[in-house]
């Protein structure tokens, strides 16, 4: 039994020295400089692609809103170049409107030579345009766009000059 004994002390003595050098190599390992650098490096590195696919997303995010800007832009600077147009159509037949009144004021009662108001537009318009009046003040007489005047005016032309309308 004494003999039980001694190899069963023995025994544990061999697995309880054998556990320690096991764990003193495990705890060693995991406490390594090079074990804990690496972990270190992993750790960066997947902090590092976050930050990378965070970027990339608000960067395209940017770029889409830039063009969107950009569009929208572009479409208020045709709206201005529009009303800048008509506003200068609309100063011109303004001015045109007060110069026609301060010589109809400085005229005899009797108003000048118009086209006849029972001629149809086209014809009036016609005979102003080939009278040598500008399309604004034909505009500003008949009481229409200036648009339309050019226009029946360019039909005139196109018309007289034989090109197919």
Same mark, same amino acid.
């Given at each position: ?26 705890? #060693? &390992? &995991? ?8 972990? +270190?490096? =992993? =750790?960066?590195?997947?902090? !590092? ?5 965070? %970027?990339? &997303? ?10 969107? +800007? #950009? ?6 600077? #045709? ?6 147009? =008509?506003?200068?159509? @609309? @100063?011109?037949?303004? !001015? ?10 400085? +005229? /005899?009662? %009797? /108003? /000048?030579?118009? *086209?006849? *108001?029972?001629? /149809? ?13 500008? *399309? ?30």
């Amino acid at each position: 039994m004494l003999t039980a004994l001694i190899t069963l002390s023995v025994l544990a003595f061999t697995i309880s020295l054998c556990s320690f050098f096991y764990f003193r190599s495990y705890i #060693k &390992r &995991r406490t390594s400089h090079d074990h804990i650098l690496l972990e +270190l490096r =992993e =750790e960066v590195n997947g902090i !590092a692609r976050l930050i990378d696919e965070t %970027t990339d &997303r608000d960067i395209s995010l940017i770029e889409e809103k830039e063009k969107e +800007l #950009k569009g929208l832009l572009q479409n208020v600077d #045709k709206r201005l170049q529009l009303y800048i147009r =008509e506003w200068e159509k @609309r @100063r011109e037949v303004e !001015a045109i409107q007060a110069t026609l009144a301060a010589q109809t004021q400085s +005229l /005899p009662e %009797t /108003p /000048p030579e118009a *086209p006849s *108001p029972s001629l /149809p537009l086209s014809a009036q318009i016609r005979e102003m345009v080939c009278g040598g009046f500008a *399309p604004i003040a034909i505009a500003a007489h008949l009481g229409i766009s200036v648009a339309e005047v050019e226009i029946v005016a360019a039909l005139i032309e196109r018309k007289d000059s034989g090109i197919d309308v």
